[in-house]
């Protein structure tokens, strides 16, 4: 785990080096730490989205609601 608790510090930082990337490239450790925490944001980014999706509810026209259906295991 980093030392960036928020997923907006964690991509502050993805930014920060992406940027110093294009400027004129990353030390093997900052390549490292970017590797790591795009990894902690997509975990964190896909529970998330997850949460949301499992309390989404679909209405019928007749007005009855029905629980969004899971396409899959896929993840």
Sequence with gaps: ????????????????????????????????ERAELREEYRVAFRAAFRGILDN????????SREKLKSKGPKQ
């Excluded at 509810?57 to 007749?62: A, K, R, T, V, W």
């Design 56 to 63: 989404t509810y679909i209405q019928q026209p007749d007005g």
């Design 1 to 32: 785990m980093s030392k960036y608790q928020t997923q907006e510090e964690r991509l502050v930082r993805i930014n920060e080096l992406a940027k110093k990337e294009r400027e004129g490239g990353l030390t093997p450790e900052e390549t490292a």
